[in-house]
C-alpha cells in the first residue's frame, strides 16, 4: 500500500479501536445497572467478546505503525455513563440502546469496508469479522426482549457516533 493508503487504513482503524473502547464501557455499564442475573451476564459475555475485537484493532494498529485514540479514556467513561444511564431505566430499555447501538456499528463497519484500501486485505477481514459479530450481539438483544428506541434517541446516537468517529480518526 502506499502511504497514504496505510494512513487512511490507520485512521480507521483507530475509529474502529475507539468503538471497541466504547464498547467495553457501554457494555459494562449496562451490566452495572442490570436488574436481570440473566441480562447481566448477557452483557459482561458481550463485554467478554467485544476484547478480542479491541486486541484485533491494537494489533492491526501497530502493523500499520499507528496508535490508538488518545482520547480512549474519555471514550470509556462517557460510554460507561451512557450505558449506566440507559441501564437505569429497564433492561428492555438497556437491551434496546444495545440492539440500536449494534445496528449503527454494523452499518458503520459496512461502509469502513468500502472506505479501506483494496489491497488491505487484514484490515478488511478484520472489520468484516467485526460486523459478524457485531450484528449477533444486536440479534441477541432483540431476542431478550430489546425495546424499540423512539426516533429522537437514535438520532441522537448517530450524531455522537459521528463526533466520536470524525474525532478518533485524527486525535
Request: positive net charge.
Amino acid at each position: 500500500m502506499s502511504r497514504r493508503e496505510v494512513a487512511h487504513s490507520a485512521a480507521l482503524m483507530r475509529v474502529n479501536h475507539a468503538g471497541e473502547i466504547a464498547a467495553q464501557g457501554l457494555y459494562q455499564g449496562h451490566a452495572a445497572v442490570a436488574r436481570d442475573r440473566d441480562i447481566e451476564q448477557q452483557m459482561s459475555a458481550a463485554a467478554v467478546e467485544e476484547l478480542d475485537h479491541l486486541g484485533w484493532c491494537s494489533e492491526r494498529l501497530a502493523e500499520l505503525g499507528s496508535r490508538p485514540s488518545w482520547l480512549s479514556p474519555f471514550w470509556y467513561a462517557g460510554a460507561f455513563a451512557i450505558g449506566a444511564a440507559s441501564g437505569v431505566l429497564g433492561d428492555r430499555w438497556s437491551l434496546g440502546f444495545i440492539a440500536e447501538t449494534e445496528r449503527q456499528v454494523s452499518e458503520h463497519l459496512g461502509g469502513h469496508l468500502e472506505k479501506l484500501p483494496k489491497k488491505d486485505a487484514r484490515s478488511r477481514a478484520i472489520v468484516r469479522q467485526m460486523r459478524t459479530e457485531e450484528e449477533h450481539h444486536g440479534t441477541n438483544a432483540q431476542r431478550a426482549g430489546a425495546a424499540a428506541l423512539p426516533h429522537p434517541v437514535r438520532r441522537l446516537m448517530q450524531f455522537g457516533a459521528r463526533i466520536m468517529t470524525r474525532t478518533a480518526y485524527w486525535i
